[in-house]
């Protein structure tokens, strides 16, 4: 049974640039969660898709978007890269609030460094 | 909207040894309680959680304790290997509402053989 897997493990951009990052959910999970971790933090909620729409956001600028497709894996895009966008980009699996036991399963990140 | 503070930042045992992560929340609404350890180069592995109706819980060598009324909860690990040494999170959120999580800095854990 596959876990959470994310692509690229590891992204260098420039500032200015904009950056596509890929995730497939664990097997029988149908929610997404992004989440971003800076060095030394704990990881900050960005926003949560399931049944292909966004269902909540965290305090991110518009510069932050996704998508969710039918086979239920996620993107995450950010657009006009800052400096302070360098971080480790985690993304979560699990089921649908309505049958959630509140169990997220993580992947291993990608790490992202703007220059 | 959900604070979570996490002390201490960093833990130095030795092997053999207990070790105890302490975590306060402060929206009393939170009432699910996870905890995950992070090695370096990996994801977040849920290691143990617990809910608002219990007060303690435990798994082999690690187990959590409640307190609702303080709003604090806590992570002990007995008899402490090499191998737990990561950095552990607390996270606090609330079932039936929000269902996202909110994490503390991390602890990072170090067992000295």
């Known amino acids: 049974d596959a876990g959470v897997t994310q692509s690229p493990t590891h992204l260098i951009k420039t500032r200015g640039q904009q950056v596509t990052l890929r995730c497939s959910p664990k097997?029988?999970?149908?929610?997404v969660s992004w989440y971003q971790q800076a060095l030394g933090q704990g990881p900050q909620f960005i926003f949560q898709?399931?049944?292909?729409?966004?269902?909540q956001r965290g305090n991110f600028p518009d510069r932050f978007s996704g998508h969710q497709f039918p086979n239920y894996s996620s993107e995450l895009n950010v657009n006009a890269l800052l400096l302070g966008d360098s971080a480790l980009y985690l993304c979560?699996?699990?089921?649908?609030?309505?049958?959630?036991?509140?169990?997220?399963?993580f992947g291993p990140g990608t790490r992202l460094t703007v220059t | 909207g959900e604070n979570v503070e996490q002390h201490p930042s960093t833990l130095s045992v030795q092997e053999g040894d207990s070790a105890v992560i302490k975590c306060t929340y402060s929206?009393?609404?939170?009432?699910?309680f996870p905890w995950y350890k992070q090695e370096l180069g990996k994801g977040p592995q849920l290691i143990i959680d617990?809910?608002?109706?219990?007060g303690e819980k435990k798994d082999q060598r690690i187990a959590v304790t409640l307190n609702k009324t303080a709003k604090h909860f806590s992570l002990h690990i007995t008899e402490t290997q090499p191998e737990d040494s990561a950095v552990y999170f607390c996270?606090?959120?609330?079932?039936?509402?929000?269902?996202?999580?909110?994490f503390g800095r991390g602890t990072s854990l170090i067992v000295h053989p």
């Open positions: 979560a699996s699990s089921l649908a609030p309505d049958r959630a036991s509140g169990e997220q399963y």
């Open positions: 929206d009393s609404a939170s009432n699910y």
């Open positions: 617990i809910r608002s109706n219990v």
């Open positions: 996270a606090a959120l609330w079932l039936g509402g929000s269902y996202i999580p909110t």
């Open positions: 097997s029988g999970h149908d929610t």
């Open positions: 898709y399931y049944e292909e729409e966004e269902r």
